[in-house]
């Protein structure tokens, strides 16, 4: 199983980044998808995720009306769009994908401890 990510860069605080995630898991309909972050010092924070099946999204707080997690179901693609950067969105940001059945979607998704496979790590860096 392979996920690599991609679209992290510099940018300047309000901007906009749309990142991406090609995964090798099949069916691509059947895992649920995730997008977590790390920054320096921090531990890993959940972001953004799309559970498997009906693909219902669920965002942490701190990235909700910003972030938008979506597939696209033909290129096996994963992408979250992150629009009004803040400079404390700067992190490492990881996909990763899970084909666990949970009693509570909400919360497996955002538990990093369910996900099986990760990507590489893309970094994005918001400055002031």
């Known amino acids: 199983v392979q996920l690599q990510a991609c679209g992290g860069g510099l940018v300047q605080a309000g901007d906009s980044l749309r990142l991406s995630c090609a995964a090798s898991?099949?069916?691509?309909?059947?895992?649920?998808m995730g997008w977590f972050r790390q920054a320096p010092g921090r531990e890993r924070q959940f972001v953004a995720a799309?559970?498997?099946?009906?693909?219902?999204?669920f965002y942490a707080d701190s990235v909700k009306g910003r972030f938008t997690i979506s597939r696209d179901y033909a290129k096996n693609t994963v992408v979250l769009q992150m629009d009004s950067l803040k400079p404390e969105d700067t992190a490492v940001y990881y996909c990763?994908?899970?084909?666990?059945?949970?009693?509570?979607?909400?919360?497996?998704?955002?538990?990093?401890?369910?996900?099986?496979?990760w990507g590489q790590g893309t970094l994005v860096t918001v400055s002031s």
């Open positions: 898991v099949r069916p691509f309909r059947g895992y649920h």
């Open positions: 799309s559970t498997r099946d009906s693909g219902t999204t």
């Open positions: 990763a994908a899970a084909n666990k059945a949970f009693r509570s979607p909400r919360l497996g998704v955002q538990a990093g401890e369910s996900y099986a496979y």
